[in-house]
């Protein structure tokens, strides 16, 4: 969905390297979120934003960190890389109990 | 804890057959669920939703039936295409805050 942009699209990393993810939307929504998806298996919630200044942890929010700098931006951290980290990584957003749109997801390898 | 899961992983169908993926949910305090369709390489898209206040909802060649007495969700597809072919998650709000998917059903199309 174009009007959530996610950069980078692929990074190859190394263990114990800093990295970021960021988000980008332009539908106006006040809720994002971080997804993490691996092979084979369905999306996990990391981290999710209902406005700049609310922020909550996900089901697997160990290793990551979140930072909302504006209704639009929502950037994904990990701040020390390990190798179990590899992984498809989603950004979402939706309005209110509504449908959440997707982004195009970063491939994410931590060698 | 809560969980949303699928019957089966892959389901092969014949161009042109309809097709059913299945999905259940154990939260019976869930009220809206929603059917995402994931290409390859590509971020999850919405497909069709349904609030708990419905049984049956139709879209374009799709049609979500929810059975709140077993918590069992199905799509069907009429039809079928191969650009059908994707993987198909279910996914359920037990409250306003967030969405809970399953692992997902990988449908294949032959000719």
């Known amino acids: 969905d174009a009007d959530v942009t996610q950069t980078p699209r692929n990074r190859i990393t190394k263990t114990g390297k800093r990295i970021m993810l960021e988000c980008s939307q332009t539908?106006?929504?006040?809720?994002m979120y971080w997804y993490r998806q691996d092979p084979g298996l369905g999306l996990q919630l990391i981290y999710y934003?209902?406005?700049?200044?609310?922020?909550n942890k996900g089901e697997i929010s160990d290793g990551y960190s979140v930072s909302r700098q504006a209704q639009a931006k929502f950037s994904l951290s990990l701040e020390s890389a390990i190798p179990n980290q590899t992984a498809l990584y989603f950004c979402?957003?939706?309005?209110?109990?509504?449908?959440?749109?997707f982004g195009p997801g970063t491939r994410l390898t931590v060698l | 804890g809560e969980s949303v899961g699928l019957h089966l992983p892959t389901l092969s169908v014949q161009e042109g057959d309809n097709s059913i993926i299945n999905c259940a949910y154990s939260?019976?305090?869930?009220?809206?669920f929603i059917w995402y369709k994931q290409e390859s390489g590509k971020g999850p898209q919405f497909i069709i939703d349904?609030?708990?206040?419905?049984d049956k909802r139709q879209g374009q060649r799709v049609t979500v039936l929810l059975n709140k007495t077993v918590k069992h969700l199905s799509l069907q597809i009429a039809a079928t295409q191969p650009g059908d072919s994707a993987v198909y998650f279910c996914?359920?709000?037990?409250?306003?805050?967030?969405?809970?998917f399953g692992t997902g059903t990988r449908l294949q199309v032959f000719p």
């Open positions: 979402a957003t939706s309005d209110f109990g509504d449908e959440q749109f």
């Open positions: 539908k106006g929504h006040d809720r």
């Open positions: 934003s209902f406005d700049v200044k609310d922020i």
């Open positions: 939260n019976s305090a869930s009220d809206y």
């Open positions: 349904i609030r708990s206040n419905m």
């Open positions: 996914a359920e709000t037990p409250n306003t805050d967030k969405l809970i």
